[in-house]
């Protein structure tokens, strides 16, 4: 050990033992940091207190698992005797889908002194990250649902977010789809997606006239049976024919989170002849739980073509998620785990957890943990993701979302009911993204 290490580990042991003879001589109540203090973490032993917030019984897109996951994770956590020996408090925060409600979220965050934001999901970064920002809070892992989480300085996304989806499903689907229609909400964000899922449809087939279709839906409707009329007639069919021209079939895909469901089965019904059209969409809007509710390998998605970030449901890789969910949260219906969300929020508390560590005996606050985040070589997520890290050189060109630092899809298929890997699996969509543009 280096002579100036051997100096500061006496000094702190020195310290420490200085501080726990006044503690007991005077009394742990009269003395700031003895023993464990509300809110936010201190020194050795004191109490980790994060937030995770989502939208709950909202008419639009409702991610219930995340937030549960979180608390799931913190009770397990805590079982095996915290973060380096700390308690990991979880506050969690119905983001209600709204502006005003992600705001509030973020201010709460504030008050209670939080040390990050873990595993959430918002539409609305500009309302979350000003407050975030201001009080020097991390915001780890969130669903890259805005386009402000691959550009604020405090954000450490796990994913690629939608950008990647949206090439990625684009990339697949031009290996098998003549036209291509896409139903999408119509919001600023969704405004983005024609964009990349363009620039995916051109990295696959190579031309310059991407043959796709930008078909607008309202994100909380019941019933979609017009936007269901426009896709069909989009993607060239009529009375049951493909379109002709082109090596394949025509392709209808929606993004519509938790409404996707919703959209198919209007356009079930719209589709009375049975186009043989193709239907594809993205993790987050299809999962396993929603194939099976809607009747497996005899329901509307047998075939689906789907687009994920993370290695398949199934894949051996998720069973510490699978064993913590089954010992602290078994009776919590809202914690899938074939749920993108509640994924999404295993792997930010993973992150979180290894970067806490990484601190060892230091104080624990918020700008610290960024700061170790800015400087990390490398954050392991047992094989779930690539090693993650935010340093400027890992930055890429990526128009409008530099903080893309993990750029991988992986293309499954729903066969027999289940979705399974399809083809290789995963592909670095990155590059595709760089020459995406920006506007349209």
């Known amino acids: 050990m280096h002579m100036t290490d051997r100096r500061r580990t006496l000094s702190r042991s020195i310290a420490s033992a200085a501080r726990t003879a006044l503690c007991t001589a005077v009394g742990a109540s009269l003395i700031g940091g003895c023993g464990a203090l509300p809110g936010n973490a201190g020194g050795s032993g004191e109490p980790l207190t994060v937030m995770t917030w989502a939208p709950e019984n909202t008419k639009a897109t409702n991610m219930p698992g995340m937030p549960a996951m979180a608390k799931a994770y913190a009770r397990w956590v805590n079982a095996?005797?915290?973060?380096?020996?700390?308690?990991?408090?979880?506050?969690?925060?119905?983001?209600?889908?709204?502006?005003?409600?992600?705001?509030?979220?973020?201010?709460?965050?504030?008050?209670?002194?939080?040390?990050?934001?873990?595993?959430?999901?918002?539409?609305?970064?500009?309302?979350?990250?000003?407050?975030l920002e201001a009080a020097g809070i991390p915001f780890i892992g969130g669903f890259g649902a805005s386009a402000e989480e691959f550009q604020s300085t405090l954000s450490y996304p796990v994913n690629g977010g939608q950008p990647t989806l949206l090439a990625g499903t684009g990339h697949q689907l031009g290996r098998v789809c003549s036209k291509v229609a896409l139903v999408r909400p119509d919001t600023l964000p969704g405004d983005t997606l024609p964009l990349l899922l363009n620039a995916g449809l051109k990295s696959a087939q190579g031309a310059e006239d991407v043959p796709s279709a930008d078909i607008?839906?309202?994100?909380?409707?019941?019933?979609?049976?017009?936007?269901?009329?426009?896709?069909l007639s989009a993607a060239g069919t009529r009375g049951g024919q493909a379109a002709a021209g082109g090596s394949g079939k025509g392709c209808v895909t929606a993004a519509l989170g938790e409404h996707t469901e919703t959209f198919f089965d209007s356009f079930?019904?719209?589709?009375?002849?049975?186009?043989?059209?193709?239907?594809?969409?993205?993790?987050?809007?299809?999962?396993?739980?929603?194939?099976?509710?809607?009747?497996?390998?005899?329901?509307?998605?047998?075939?689906?073509?789907?687009?994920?970030?993370y290695p398949v449901a199934s894949d051996p890789l998720w069973e510490p998620m699978r064993q913590v969910i089954s010992k602290q949260a078994?009776?919590?219906?809202?914690?899938?785990?074939?749920?993108?969300?509640?994924?999404?929020?295993?792997?930010?508390?993973?992150?979180?957890?290894?970067?806490?560590?990484?601190l060892g005996d230091e104080e624990v606050t918020a700008r610290r943990i960024?700061?170790?985040?800015?400087?990390?070589?490398?954050?392991?997520?047992?094989?779930?993701?690539?090693?993650?890290?935010?340093?400027?050189?890992?930055?890429r060109a990526v128009g409008g979302f530099p903080r893309i630092v993990n750029g991988r899809v992986t293309f499954q298929q729903v066969k027999g009911g289940v979705l399974v890997t399809q083809g290789d699996g995963a592909m670095d969509m990155t590059r595709t993204l760089e020459s995406a543009p920006t506007s349209s």
């Open 80 to 131: 095996r005797g915290g973060i380096n020996g700390r308690e990991l408090r979880v506050l969690t925060c119905n983001e209600e889908n709204t502006p005003k409600g992600a705001a509030g979220c973020a201010r709460q965050a504030v008050e209670a002194d939080v040390v990050a934001v873990v595993g959430s999901y918002s539409q609305h970064g500009r309302s979350y990250f000003a407050p």
């Open 268 to 309: 079930r019904r719209v589709d009375e002849d049975g186009s043989k059209v193709k239907i594809a969409s993205v993790l987050g809007s299809i999962s396993q739980g929603l194939v099976n509710r809607t009747g497996g390998k005899n329901g509307p998605f047998e075939g689906a073509y789907v687009t994920g970030w």
């Open 370 to 395: 960024a700061r170790a985040l800015d400087d990390t070589e490398g954050v392991k997520t047992g094989g779930l993701t690539p090693a993650l890290r935010w340093r400027y050189e890992d930055m």
């Open 216 to 231: 607008r839906a309202a994100d909380d409707a019941t019933d979609y049976s017009d936007a269901a009329r426009r896709a």
């Open 330 to 358: 078994f009776a919590d219906d809202r914690v899938d785990p074939t749920d993108v969300g509640t994924q999404t929020t295993w792997i930010a508390y993973t992150v979180f957890t290894e970067i806490v560590k990484s």
